[in-house]
């Protein structure tokens, strides 16, 4: 068996170990160099730093003869996941595509789009704490006066911190840190800044939501979240499910 994984994500670094305690052969695409850091050699199992359009997974997909192509991108790296699938189909290849499990009945206050989320704040006062990364910022700044209130939490990267200050962001309001973090440091930060709002996708416990919405909770913060595209596919443990019965 021969698989095809796409996503620096938990998930993906978690199919990964999974294939290789299987003895699978695993060929795993991952966007950045520092998302490659934090997958850990495994047997059978091949990384690869480096983004992929449709056509270039067209290539490879013709070219390597996976026997099945696993999507465990994030939730909304919605352009990747349309590009491995009708990719996937074009070759005519089995494509799984994971979910992520969300308890919905967690605090916070739910929105469909970053615009929603930026009309409700420039309609309050007081410090907010963005953890939504650095592919939005450029939305954010339309948060009225962003560089006093916006603090914002991105990974250590040196894009992504220079991007920041290209777009005006207080140099003093730039946290650099590699999560997830832990309630208690939620709490800390939010503390430290001041902060009224907390701004964040909605993801799965692998990715610290549980710990930011209970930070929010027990600080009084109001907690905005992005809501999650809707989307089919399977689990993490349902597609190991599947893996077991096809081995």
Do not use: W
Request: aromatic share 10%; proline share 2%; glycine share 8%.
């Amino acid at each position: 068996m021969y698989v095809c994984i796409f996503g620096g994500t938990t998930e993906g670094r978690l199919l990964a170990e999974f294939l290789s305690g299987f003895n699978v052969k695993t060929d795993i695409y991952i966007a950045t160099e520092y998302g490659e850091q934090f997958i850990k050699k495994q047997n059978n199992v091949i990384v690869h730093q480096k983004r992929l359009g449709k056509e270039q997974m067209i290539e490879l997909f013709q070219q390597m003869k996976f026997d099945c192509v696993i999507d465990a991108t994030h939730p909304f790296a919605k352009i990747v996941s349309k590009n491995a699938k009708e990719a996937a189909e074009y070759c005519y290849i089995k494509y799984y595509r994971i979910v992520r499990e969300i308890d919905k009945s967690g605090y916070g206050i739910y929105f469909e789009r970053i615009e929603d989320i930026i009309s409700y704040l420039n309609q309050t006062d007081g410090n907010i704490l963005l953890t939504t990364g650095s592919k939005d910022l450029d939305q954010f700044v339309g948060v009225k006066n962003y560089d006093e209130r916006l603090f914002v939490r991105i990974l250590p990267m040196e894009n992504s911190l220079k991007r920041a200050i290209e777009l005006g962001y207080s140099k003093k309001n730039i946290i650099c840190m590699q999560g997830p973090f832990s309630e208690e440091l939620n709490i800390a930060m939010i503390n430290s800044v001041g902060a009224k709002f907390l701004i964040t996708k909605e993801s799965a416990s692998t990715g610290g939501f549980d710990e930011k919405v209970k930070a929010c909770n027990k600080t009084n913060t109001q907690c905005l979240v992005l809501k999650k595209p809707e989307e089919e596919g399977c689990t993490l443990e349902k597609f190991k499910q599947i893996i077991r019965g096809s081995i």
